[in-house]
């Protein structure tokens, strides 16, 4: 026997094994991949890419129909479906239902996961009784509400919505022209809560007064009234930190930062119309001698970084958010929205190079710019029409709102409530799902939420007997 033949083809054996292994794998590995990435074969044997739905509830455990059929898992739950539009309804005993068509982009995921059932019917508690309620104000984080009755400098500040609210008295004593005698004959124009909900930045005016303040939450003692303390006639202020301890603010057109700790005005920008801030970065608009131009400027660096260029007359309005590990920058210049994303900001010295993900005609000019708690959604406003622009699906949606009071109710539900009937009236960003949550009391100049834990909504009715007027806070468990 040649042992060395033997050798020759075990050899060749082996080889031949580890390469139909080697290419097993790399078959194997590609199929998972197509997978991952969608590709399936057909009923017809053709192969097509499709996309994932990921399907999520509050509260979970939600019947899902696609397309009218019945899917095999409840909610929370996820499913390949084909590119285009699905309809996907989503059904609770005790709760209303809610429906959606969406549509799928082959190779990408579609998270749907902010449906919100509303129960129908449901537990109802009378809270609190006022004679008279001047304003009712929520906290972003819908940790908090502050309210004042008939004019009094003792305001309240409610808090713990979670369990049971509690109650706890503010004097606003001294704070701001005129509240001397233990009323405040003013009417808030702007207030705004630092983000760890301690202090509060306040605009009051009337006839004769318009003082810029900060409420101390913690500490009355504390409460500062900018206009007459640092001697500064602010136009619009931005909490600057967290804590609150230092306000940027439009002094003269100058962006101005007044720091509380160290109790210093510094000048940051010069010749600015108006601005808007997040984190560390300012968006504003400069008017010179050459021209009007919307710039970029990061605290802390030497130059702005300049956007575009505007004509005179024209209206501008901008807002900076950051959502899924992405910066936007957003912006209208009269009815022509921009919208443009980019991991981090320009830095000074560079030149604007945000890629443009949006460009389009509004059917509003804009007057007012808010951004949702949780970043996802900027809402341009002009009277009760609305523009409300998602930066997860970089798309936006227009319709009108019923009421110039844009507020949101949680991240994703915004409400009004119809003066006539008093209706408490909430939907999906989107203007999708309207949904009744009171047929009648509702009062469209208090806030409202739904507490962070997804328990209760809270609201103030209105109530009259015998001709007098007067307000409950109500609580009704979700």
């Known amino acids: 026997m040649d042992i060395e033949k033997i050798r020759k083809r075990r050899t060749i054996k082996v080889l031949i094994v580890d390469l139909i292994m080697a290419i097993s794998v790399v078959i194997i590995v590609a199929i998972l991949v197509a997978v991952v990435a969608g590709w399936r074969i057909s009923a017809d044997f053709t192969v097509e890419q499709n996309g994932l739905v990921s399907i999520k509830t509050k509260p979970t455990g939600a019947t899902v129909f696609i397309d009218d059929e019945k899917h095999p898992q409840v909610s929370n739950t996820s499913k390949m479906l084909t590119g285009g539009e699905h309809k996907i309804v989503l059904e609770k005993e005790g709760y209303e239902s809610w429906e959606k068509t969406i549509k799928i982009t082959p190779g990408w995921l579609y998270r749907l996961e902010y449906p919100k059932l509303v129960k129908q019917n449901r537990e109802k508690e009378e809270l609190k009784t006022f004679a008279s309620l001047d304003f009712f104000y929520v906290s972003p984080d819908r940790t908090a509400a502050i309210y004042s009755e008939e004019n009094t400098i003792e305001w309240t500040l409610v808090t713990d919505f979670n369990n049971n609210p509690k109650y706890e008295t503010i004097n606003l004593k001294n704070l701001f022209t005129g509240s001397e005698n233990g009323e405040l004959n003013l009417e808030i124009k702007y207030l705004e809560w ?17 003082e810029w303040g900060i409420i101390n939450l913690k500490d009355e003692n504390k409460h500062i009234n900018l206009s007459k303390e640092y001697n500064i006639k602010i136009s619009d202020a931005k909490f600057e930190d967290s804590a609150g301890e230092k306000i940027l603010g439009l002094v003269e057109n100058k962006i101005t930062r007044v720091d509380f700790s160290n109790k210093t005005v510094s000048s940051l920008l010069e010749k600015v119309e108006s601005f808007n801030f997040r984190e560390n970065e300012i968006v504003y608009l400069e008017n010179s001698e050459k021209g009007r131009k919307i710039k970029i400027y990061r605290i802390g660096e030497e130059k702005s970084v300049e956007v575009a260029e505007v004509e005179a007359g024209q209206t501008i309005s901008f807002a900076l958010t950051k959502f899924n590990s992405q910066n936007y920058l957003i912006y209208t210049v009269d009815k022509r929205l921009f919208a443009y994303r980019a991991n981090d900001y320009p830095r000074s010295g560079t ?8 460009e389009n005609d509004l059917g509003i000019v804009p007057t007012e710019v808010k951004t949702s ?5 900027v809402i341009f406003r002009e009277s009760s029409r609305v523009v409300v622009y998602d930066a997860e699906l970089e798309e936006w949606n227009e319709y009108d709102y019923g009421d110039e009071n844009v507020r949101f109710l949680d991240n994703y539900l915004l409400y009004r409530v119809d003066e006539a009937s008093g209706k408490f009236l909430a939907w999906d960003f989107d203007s999708e799902n309207v949904r009744t949550l009171v047929v009648d009391r509702g009062v469209n100049t208090f806030d409202a ?3 962070e834990n997804e328990k209760y909504f809270y609201y103030i009715g209105r109530f009259e007997e015998e001709g007098v007027v007067y307000y409950k806070l109500i609580r009704e468990k979700l």
Request: hydrophobic letters at 40%; charged letters at 20%; proline letters at 0%.
């Open 194 to 210: 630092s983000k760890n909900g301690e202090k509060i930045l306040i605009n009051a005016v009337n006839k004769t007064t318009n």
């Open 351 to 358: 030149s604007f190079d945000m890629l443009k993900v949006n």
């Open 373 to 377: 708690l949780n970043n996802e959604f």
């Open 449 to 451: 939420l739904i507490t």
